[in-house]
């Protein structure tokens, strides 16, 4: 089976639409065709400051919604990036593979940064792009499951592996990027022209999974739209009403084409209204068994030690591989 490997950050606690849209529920169907590595990325959180009680916390919360939206421990590996020591240690020597200049092309960095002020931005949130191209490569993964916002990483990621590959001999997979044309950018409610993002949207563009699901039904149906009437799929002309169409049909499985013809003749407050519905009808179960793994902490954290011996099993074949090619002397 070809093998597919994600990450998702334990940073804001709830997951949001575009997370469970753009990666986390191409996660759950590919982990039924795929040998399926997926970790909760507390690596990558600590690049902007953390607290560290909420860190622990946010880390089990991420793991208890990547199930409750239906990983299944028996069908893919699930585990915590902490857990598995060779992803800091192979990031180190893709850092000392990759320009300076190549890493200061990476456009999330320069947006991030710029928003915690460039003196304060962390040399971590700088290499965080090479720790992620680290992630992919020891799992020697063919495809990576992500939004839109993840493709410049993922080019990094092939730069880097045909690089290595290149000057000391073939180590790693080239990897694809999985990106779902319809779901893989998810805009903000307010202002369509923006992904929705935890750290960019508004708390009324933002639709947080685990927020109180009237608050949602009311987010959704004050979703900004166009002055036009017709309910029609043109994300150029209509970015509003085509984000909520794309969030309508994957929700539902009813094709664009399908709610196009059923909302004919009817205001855009028609479409809101029962979309409103159908997010409150898919979070509020996902927010009960969020809380049912939550509640058992131990259980939770098995699975995790588990997923994490089953990582490490595969990364640490790939970092020994790695460092003998690098010439690293093998230890005795
Ligand atoms: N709006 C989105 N549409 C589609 N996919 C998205 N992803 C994030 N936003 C959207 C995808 O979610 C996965 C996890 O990303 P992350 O760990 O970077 O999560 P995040 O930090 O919570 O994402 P944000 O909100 O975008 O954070 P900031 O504002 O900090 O950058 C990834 O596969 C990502 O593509």
Redesign the pocket.
């Known amino acids: 089976r070809p093998r597919v490997l994600?990450?998702?950050?334990p940073?804001?606690g709830s997951?949001?639409?575009?997370?469970?849209?753009?990666?986390?529920r191409q996660w759950v169907a590919l982990q039924e065709s795929h040998d399926a590595f997926y970790m909760v990325?507390d690596l990558?959180a600590i690049t902007?400051p953390q607290d560290p009680k909420e860190l622990t916390a946010n880390t089990r919360l991420a793991a208890a919604q990547l199930l409750a939206a239906g990983l299944d421990p028996e069908r893919c590996t699930l585990f915590v990036q902490s857990h598995v020591p060779e992803h800091a240690q192979l990031a180190w020597v893709m850092n000392c593979l990759t320009g300076f200049g190549e890493a200061s092309r990476m456009t999330?960095f320069k947006?991030?940064s710029a928003k915690q002020g460039a003196d304060r931005a962390s040399v971590g949130l700088f290499t965080y792009p090479i720790l992620q191209v680290a992630d992919i490569l020891l799992y020697q993964a063919d495809e990576v499951?992500?939004?839109?916002?993840?493709r410049q990483h993922i080019e990094l990621t092939r730069d880097l592996a045909e690089r290595f590959n290149g000057r000391f001999g073939e180590t790693f997979t080239i990897p694809k990027p999985h990106?779902l044309r319809e779901?893989?950018?998810?805009?903000?409610l307010q202002d369509p022209s923006i992904?929705?993002?935890?750290?960019?949207?508004t708390p009324k563009g933002?639709i947080n999974l685990l927020d109180d699901p009237k608050a949602t039904a009311k987010k959704v149906r004050s979703a900004v739209t166009d002055t036009d009437t017709v309910v029609r799929y043109d994300p150029q002309e209509k970015p509003g009403v085509s984000n909520l169409l794309g969030i309508y049909s994957t929700l539902t499985g009813k094709s664009v084409p399908e709610l196009e013809q059923a909302y004919e003749g009817k205001l855009y407050g028609a479409l809101k209204t029962d979309l409103a519905e159908v997010v409150v009808d898919f979070v509020t179960p996902f927010r009960d068994r969020t809380q049912q793994y939550l509640d058992d902490p131990e259980t939770l954290d098995s699975i995790l030690a588990k997923g994490a011996e089953k990582a490490r099993a595969v990364a640490a074949e790939t970092l020994s591989q790695a460092y003998q090619q690098v010439g690293f002397l093998p230890a005795k």
């Open positions: 994600s990450g998702i950050q940073t804001a997951f949001h639409l575009g997370n469970y849209l753009g990666a986390v990325v990558h902007i999330q947006d991030k499951p992500v939004g839109e916002d993840q990106i779901t893989g950018k998810i805009y903000d992904k929705m993002s935890k750290s960019a949207s933002l």
